[in-house]
């Protein structure tokens, strides 16, 4: 089978998690946090842009009743490295005190975005506050976080796809592929 990639020319994308091996992982998961929160009053925070697409198949994955919300951050430029320095871009309307807070996000890498946020959201004194990520750079950490659930842990190389782009592109693909940009000096 072949996919229409649209790839900006000198852009290479290899598949690194076919849609059906998220979908599984996916499922999975959700039993998990199913079991976990049962009879809990549990709200998911989606980091924007990158979480959404994951977090609309988890939601409708579970077997609770639960709520949502989003936060909107800002790590990284328009480009593929950070930025070193983590801004909020849109703030959750409700309050999270007392609440079981869920934060859901694409991508751990350094931490730095995770490690603010969930600072952040400590001071506001939820109930409980865990955190669920799909993929896990586990290399490149410089903050020392552990997600509570994890979809994959991944090797080191840019991925795009499910939600997850590169200057806003790829975000439609539904696998997620590693991209590789040629440095072309021709
Ligand atoms: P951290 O602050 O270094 O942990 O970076 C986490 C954020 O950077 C993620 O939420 C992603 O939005 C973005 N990011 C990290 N690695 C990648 C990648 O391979 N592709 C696209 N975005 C990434
Ligand atoms: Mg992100």
Redesign the pocket.
Known sequence: MSVQLNTQENATLSLLLSREAIAARVKELAIQISRDYAGKDLLLVG?LK??FVFLADLMRALEIPVQVDFVR?ASYGAGATSAGQVRVLLDMAASIAGRHVLIV???LDSGL?LGFLLERLRARQPASLKLCVLLNKHIRRVYEISPDYTGFVVPEGFVVGYGIDYAERYRHLPAIYILSLATSNA
Do not use: C, M
């Open positions: 980091v990158g979480a951050l996000e694409d991508i975005t």
